[in-house]
């Protein structure tokens, strides 16, 4: 609760801090106000409490993901100092970021449908305008257009829902519903399944699932690579985590209906993502659909949800959050020097900087989910927690979709150990720039040796 | 005490991490001094247990970490020291600690000096580990680790493609003997559902002689043995071996490692006791090996060959007497053997060294007056080996003749006539080395000096433990004269479960004496004659004839090896390669990305970058999804 106070007053602090000649501030201003929601947020570890009329909630599930999703935005203000500074309109756009955060935490905190409704459109709409935020770019605006015309279509679907189960159940509350549901199981209105596949098909979409992914590779490879990187690590979490307590806190009576609709999802998702992932020469672009592959892991929770899927959904998103944190710092500072977003642009980094090269290698194994780094322990939970859910044919296919994975990702840390295309190539201007990636791959290896600390917490 | 009974094993691998990581950066002097510190204190850490063992200790034992928890099989990282093991540690701490001060002498001017001292301080680690742990697994990891440092120092020069071949000759066949040593592990936990000596040894007593299952264990065991010990059929590799540097060839191949398998079997004692079978299987193979690597060692003319398959006749000598039960007997001449092998290899490094890397024997010759003190050692050493009455070789190699009369008269006539041989081929190295004139060209003769102290210490203190080592087990007749023990067997006896017993009337104790004695001034005066009166020097290589050939090349058991196995292998290999591999293996493995990329550039087509076609596609979607859901 307090932290989405903080997190709103922080946003409104650098939005009006132009207007009193705090431009400087700005920067610092942010980082606190996130440490302090942070604090906050960490405060209310082991607690359980509702607020406004039992619309919003607090419990040990939104406290880890609140806690991961400011403390990811963290590191990425850590990355995007420079960004934002060289703008115009810094203030604005370090204000719709922290708003699209604030979003993204009431997302994970909502116990009312219209808090999820109104969380994802405070998350969406600030992003429709960040994705637009390089104003001279034309794939950018491109992209901002898109991601507004597809989003609300989709938003559609999502109301569309919300009002039919509010038909059926006469409630928005999701306790309400959840007790609705189990005491009327077996004789619930059409209408109300036909409630549950339209919140899906709006969810689904904000994670980029197959078929409702065709906007993800434009808009994350047209927007600035910040604003994707934001989309990719915080969107993706908030995304999830609403996602998952939906559909476990309230529709879990009527699992049936939904487990085979994700688990199909999931399978194609992965498959299409991991498929079209190695035709890409654009690192941005590999990435945008290996996220994408990453989401059809990440959906095999809902696919076999109780047991551990809840934790291992978290640990999952947040050693995906890390690893992707870590190259694209890379490829910002890449691109910001060179102008290049190729994968080969990133050989010879070894030579210039080996450090820099074992971490970018320690992120990209997290994301191909090879041991000892973090996305091993990810892959590994979730596919424990699948084969108990009696899912085994899923496991394969992810498995087997895994190996193409390793295919396309192990293509950048090659490049990373290869001689350099030019001599004195520049992959960023000062070694500092590439700190968050360090903090990433530094990250990702303890995770990988330590999981049960992180795992344990859900 | 327990703990410090880790440091043993730790000290020198942390000698072998210093020296590793820093490598060049060190000085030359900081690199002697810390990879001689770190054994000097395992060996002080090691006498001093030695003595409490003296004043009644019974052993001691420490876990450093559980290593493997899986189902039923519970192993910890432990270290155990008993009787067996302080012998063992005295003789690697402390025949290594000489070796390592030999070697700053011997590979000071080498370019890679570092590199050696640390492989050297990391062999010694993986040995210790090896005597040390409580379990077969910590025993295998050691075994498995004095494997690699055998490859890495025998291929140390690796720029000669001989010397790599070499390693990696010794390392298959080390394989090959690995395999029987895992299978052997693999059966002991089926059947006693652990590997902790202690549980196992325990929970074998239960079992009647000649249990098939343990006869199967112990003979797997062995072939482990064979293959570390190098022995029948997998002796191969050691003369080959001898491409690493001396002081290798006298650590690793001499004195401790080859005489891993020994450990083996007395270690598992216990199993071979309850298996006569295995028993003959080992007493049989030792004394093939031996009779056979002895005629070998006749007709070699390379230094260290000659010394190499010696170290081959020498451990089927201790497998004889293990095969037959003398386990404290195969014990003590592991330690005789150690002192005087290493003693022999040390001198043939001088020798080398003063000859300016010049192995050939028949290029030698006189070196007496110019190598005074390697000449005195290697002397002492030749003696030792020959069995020369009051030298060390004298009362184990004596010990192990009795033993085998008591088992079997056949035996004991084939390993007198076996030990005769050593004498006859030590006495050739010595008076073709030693004796007679120069044969070397003249540039080699104006470099000959000898070795600087650093290099003659370890050879004189090796000399003295050569001479002196054999009192610590007299035989009976003289211990009864003298009014002392056999203090060896006594020491070792709490290891070995229920010991023979070897005692000989005592006029055969002195006819073997009296006909030892004999038989050795025989072969000093021929040989003598021969090599230092008669002058005669053996043949180039082109000129054997005869049996003499088959001999020289070594009964051409690798050339057999090479037509009976490897080119029937090559074949096999060849074929499936050409059959299987190219057409079905690569056949799928460059499939797969085909398929991938067609499937992923029509993927592709989807994504048009068109708004409308988006939308399109997102409402069949959902219609898909709703009929998949609500209509069917």
């Known amino acids: 609760m307090n932290t989405i106070v903080i997190l709103s007053v922080t946003g409104i602090a650098a939005m009006m801090s132009d207007v009193f000649k705090l431009k400087k501030a700005l920067f610092g201003l942010s980082l606190l106000g996130l440490l302090i929601a942070l604090v906050f947020s960490v405060y209310d570890w082991g607690q359980y409490a509702t607020y406004f009329n039992q619309m919003v909630l607090t419990d040990n599930y939104a406290v880890v993901f609140t806690t991961m999703l400011i403390g990811i935005t963290f590191l990425w203000f850590l990355m995007s100092k420079d960004f934002f500074s060289s703008h115009s309109s810094a203030s604005e756009h370090y204000a719709l970021i922290l708003f699209s955060l604030t979003g993204g935490v009431m997302m994970t905190n909502f116990s009312d449908l219209t808090i999820l409704f109104l969380g994802l459109e405070i998350l969406s709409i600030a992003l429709y305008i960040l994705a637009g935020s390089d104003k001279g770019n034309l794939f950018s605006n491109e992209a901002s257009l898109k991601y507004f015309m597809i989003g609300s279509f989709a938003t559609g679907f999502l109301l569309f829902g919300i009002a039919l189960i509010y038909g059926a159940t006469s409630s928005f509350n999701l306790q309400e519903i959840s007790a609705y549901v189990q005491q009327h199981n077996g004789s619930l209105p059409m209408y109300f399944y036909a409630g549950i596949l339209m919140i899906l098909t709006g969810l689904t979409f904000k994670v980029s699932a197959v078929p409702f992914h065709f906007w993800a590779p434009d808009v994350y490879d047209g927007s600035p690579t910040l604003v994707t990187t934001y989309m990719l690590s915080v969107v993706k979490m908030a995304a999830f985590a609403a996602l998952y307590r939906l559909f476990i806190y309230c529709f879990a009576p009527v699992y049936e209906f939904w487990i085979p609709v994700f688990a199909i999802m999931s399978a194609v998702t992965m498959l299409l993502g991991n498929i079209t992932a190695v035709y890409q020469k654009s690192l941005k672009r590999m990435l945008a659909y290996s996220s994408i592959a990453h989401a059809g892991y990440m959906l095999m929770a809902l696919a076999s949800p109780g047991g551990t899927s809840r934790s291992a959904l978290m640990f999952y998103l947040l050693a995906y959050a890390i690893s992707t944190l870590g190259v694209f710092n890379v490829l910002y500072q890449v691109h910001k020097v060179t102008g290049r977003e190729e994968i080969k642009s990133v050989k010879g980094l070894f030579r210039k900087n080996p450090f820099a090269a074992i971490m970018l290698t320690l992120c990209m194994l997290s994301m191909a989910g090879i041991p000892p780094v973090a996305g091993f322990f990810g892959k590994y939970y979730m596919f424990v927690s699948t084969l108990n859910g009696g899912l085994t044919w899923l496991v394969l296919i992810a498995v087997l979709s895994s190996l193409i994975g390793v295919y396309f990702y192990f293509k950048v840390i090659i490049a990373a150990f290869q001689e350099p295309e030019l001599e004195n190539t520049a992959y960023y201007r000062q070694p500092s720039d590439l700190t968050v990636l360090y903090i990433c791959g530094i990250l990702s290896l303890l995770l990988g040796i330590l999981p049960q600390f992180v795992a344990g917490l859900l | ?632």
């Open chain 2, 1 to 632: 005490m327990d703990l410090i009974i880790s440091l043993i094993p730790l000290l020198p691998l942390a000698g072998f991490i210093l020296i590793g990581v820093l490598n060049k950066k060190l000085p030359k002097g900081m690199v002697g001094i810390i990879s001689n510190t770190t054994v000097l204190s395992s060996f002080i850490i090691s006498f001093y247990l030695f003595l409490s063992f003296i004043k009644g200790a019974d052993s001691y034992s420490t876990e450093l970490f559980p290593w493997i928890n899986a189902g039923g099989l519970h192993l910890g990282l432990s270290f155990m020291v008993d009787h067996l093991t302080a012998v063992m540690l005295l003789v690697i701490t402390g025949v290594g600690f000489l070796i390592h001060v030999y070697s700053i002498g011997y590979m000071q001017h080498d370019e890679d000096y570092p590199r050696f001292m640390s492989y050297l301080n990391l062999f010694v680690f993986f040995m210790l580990l090896l005597v040390m742990g409580s379990n077969y697994v910590v025993m295998f990891a050691g075994w498995e680790g004095v494997g690699l440092c055998s490859y890495l120092l025998i291929g140390f020069w690796f720029k000669n493609t001989d010397y790599n071949n070499a390693g990696r000759k010794a390392f298959v066949m080390n394989r090959i003997g690995d395999f029987g040593f895992l299978l052997g592990m693999f059966l002991i936990y089926q059947t006693f559902s652990s590997l902790d000596y202690k549980e196992v040894f325990e929970a074998a007593k239960n079992y009647p002689k000649g249990d098939p299952t343990i006869t199967a264990i112990t003979l797997l065991l062995f072939v482990g043995a064979v293959g570390k010990s190098a022995q029948i059929p997998l002796y191969t590799w050691l003369p080959d071996a001898m491409a690493g540097p001396t002081p290798v060839s006298a650590l690793i191949h001499a004195a401790t490692m080859v005489t891993a398998g020994v450990y083996m079997v007395i270690r598992s004692n216990v199993l071979y006791m309850l298996s006569p079978f295995s028993g003959e299987v080992v007493a049989f193979i030792g004394m093939i090996t031996a009779l056979m690597a002895a005629t070998i060692g006749l007709k070699q003319n390379d230094i260290k060959k000659v010394l190499a398959y010696s170290t081959v006749s020498q451990l089927g000598f201790m497998f004889v007497a293990l095969g037959v039960g003398a386990y404290t007997t195969g014990l003590f001449h592991v330690v005789t053997h150690a002192f005087f092998k290493a003693l022999l290899f040390l001198c043939a490094g001088s020798v080398i060294h003063a000859m300016g890397g010049e192995q050939d024997i028949r290029r030698m010759g006189g070196l007496k007056k110019y190598l005074p003190v390697t000449h005195i050692t290697f002397l002492m050493g030749v003696l030792a080996i020959s069995g020369i009455p009051l030298f060390s070789g004298f009362f184990s190699k004596d010990e192990i003749l009795a033993a085998t009369w008591v088992h079997s008269p056949l035996m004991f006539v084939v390993m007198a006539f076996t030990s005769l041989l050593t004498a006859v081929y030590m006495f050739r190295l010595y008076w073709l080395t030693f004796h007679g004139d120069f044969r070397g060209t003249h540039h080699q003769q104006e470099h000959l000096h000898e070795s600087p102290s650093v290099m003659t210490a370890p050879l004189m203190v090796l000399a003295i433990l050569s001479v002196i080592g054999g009192f610590m087990g007299m035989p009976h007749w003289m211990s009864e004269k003298l009014g002392v023990h056999h203090v060896f067997n006594e020491f070792v006896a709490p290891v070995i479960y229920s010991p023979k017993e070897f005692i000989l009337s005592h006029t055969f104790d002195f006819s073997l004496l009296i006909g030892t004695i004999v038989a050795l001034a025989a072969v000093y005066y021929f040989t003598r004659k021969m090599y230092v009166a008669d002058k005669v020097v053996p043949e180039e290589d082109s000129e054997t004839k005869s049996f003499q050939k088959v001999l020289a090349n070594k009964y051409y058991v690798d050339e057999i090896y090479d037509a009976v196995i490897r080119k029937p292998l090559d074949a096999i290999s060849e074929m499936f390669y050409k059959i299987f591999d190219i057409n079905i293996i690569d056949g799928i493995v460059n499939g797969i990305p085909k398929v991938t990329n067609l499937t992923a550039s029509a993927a592709r087509m989807l994504q048009t970058g068109r708004l409308g076609i988006y939308l399109v596609v997102m409402v069949i979607g959902v219609i898909y999804l709703f009929a998949f859901k609500l209509l069917l």
